[in-house]
Structure formats: C-alpha cells, structure tokens
C-alpha cells in the first residue's frame, strides 16, 4: 500500500515590511511665533519610494493629528507648523507605505523665546541713553539688558524701553534678550 503527503504552503516571496520614520527640522533652531518646517524625507521603506510614503503630523504630541493622512501629504514635502508659547514640546511623524503599514518616529524640541525685536536708539544725551525695542514673544518672564556682556538690568515682561547712563569714551554693546525663569 502506497500512501502519499500532500503539504501545501504560501510563503511570500517578497513580504512587505513596515516603513521607517523619520525626519528632522529644517531650521538650526526653534523659536517661539517663527515658522519651522519639517521634513520626513529621510524616511525609509524597503519596498516604496520616499514619494510614495504618505505621512502625518502631531506637532504637540497630544496624539491629535495636525496634518492627517487624509491632507495626503508624502514623506518627502516639508511642512511647516509655528508654536505661540516657548518650551519643550513632542513632535510626532507616522509614516504609511503603499500596503497601509506605519511607523512611528518621536522628537522632543526645544522652543526658545522670540528675541526682542527693531531694537534702536531712541535719544541719546550727554551719558544718557533710551532704547526701545518691539515685545513679540509669548511667554518671557522678563528681560535682561546688558552693556558688553555685563547685566545691567532686569526688567519685567513687556517692557519695551530702557534708559540707562554710557560712557562715550569707547565702543559700547548693548544687547537685549528675553529670559524664562525655570
């Protein structure tokens, strides 16, 4: 008696394997009410191309999506994405192949407060001098003059004008910026 085995299975040649996310912010650095654009484009698929990965964007890492897959935005456009307070903050890339796999890349980044802005001399007297400046950040607890990197002063958030004594007798630099207590 003659008995045989039939065994049949599938084993997928090629397999799809998830993407790997990616990406990183443009800018050197990240300030507070600026523009900052992102960038997936070195995500990376075995099977797709970059253009064909699509992704989508949490920029506060509140697990709500700014940019969904449904805005179809691949991984190899920039978006951009502006923050109205300084801090730390968690963004959030997930990226889908063609065969609706995903992965998932985390980055905390820093957000500095907005310098002052137009900072100019507005009367100078004998030895006394009056600057102005424009307040555009958000979130500055105050701000600090200082005179060739020496402090001067510290002055509370929104002042935008400080008058001060100079000696004239040699080159002066006066320098303004916002500070955040921890």
Sequence with gaps: MLTAFLMISCIPRNPNTPPVADFKLV????TEL????FDASTST??????????ARWDFNGDGVWEID????KKANEVVSHSYNVAGTTTVVVEVKDSKGLTSRKEKE???SLAPPQSLYLESFSDNEI?????DISTSEDSYNVSLNDNPLEQLPANTEEYTFELDTSATQTISVYCTKEP
């Design 27 to 30: 800018e050197s650095s990240a």
């Design 69 to 72: 897959y449904s805005a179809n």
């Design 45 to 54: 698929d075995k099977e797709d191309s970059t253009d064909k990965l699509i």
């Design 130 to 134: 009056t600057i102005v400046w424009n």
């Design 34 to 37: 600026r523009q900052l654009h």
């Design 109 to 111: 980044i820093q957000i």
